[in-house]
């Protein structure tokens, strides 16, 4: 006959053991809501938040009534990143049944509306969960032009 209880032979676990064991479980990874593209350049900032194929929310200081060079400051990138997030806000609660809760940042650009938008973020009690720049860098870059001559 088999004993099927044989586990409960075995003496019961150490403080070591069970240090030892909890060290080689796997770390938690922790799944965003939904995806913030953030794309900065020196004249303009475009957001768009989106979850898988979906696109939940999109703005740009542009569309935020800012003309000139005033696109390109970094106030401009907050209201428009603020705009976004209540588009966002709203069409994700109305779809899933819940709020918006974690994000992954992903910027993209030279420009300083980056910083100010992550801030309004936190601002909003949205959990950021990872930041990454994907700014293209060139290998070799555009052919220079050709020397002056005087």
Request: some cysteine; aromatic content about 6%; hydrophobic content about 35%.
């Amino acid at each position: 006959m088999t004993d099927y209880n044989s586990h409960a032979s075995q003496p019961p676990l150490t403080m070591a053991d069970k240090a030892l064991a909890g060290a080689h479980r796997k770390r938690k990874e922790v799944i965003p809501d939904a995806i913030v593209h953030l794309s900065t350049s020196f004249n303009n900032t475009i957001i768009c938040i989106r979850k898988g194929g979906d696109t939940l929310g999109i703005s740009s200081a542009g569309a935020c009534d800012f003309k000139g060079t005033k696109k390109g400051t970094a106030f401009a990138a907050r209201v428009a990143f603020e705009k976004a997030i209540e588009k966002a806000y709203d069409k994700y609660r109305a779809k899933y049944k819940h709020n918006l809760g974690r994000v992954e940042v992903r910027i993209k650009g030279p420009g300083q509306g980056s910083e100010q938008a992550i801030m309004a973020l936190k601002n909003k009690d949205i959990e950021v969960t990872q930041i990454l720049n994907i700014t293209g860098v060139p290998h070799n870059g555009c052919r220079p032009p050709k020397r002056r001559r005087v």
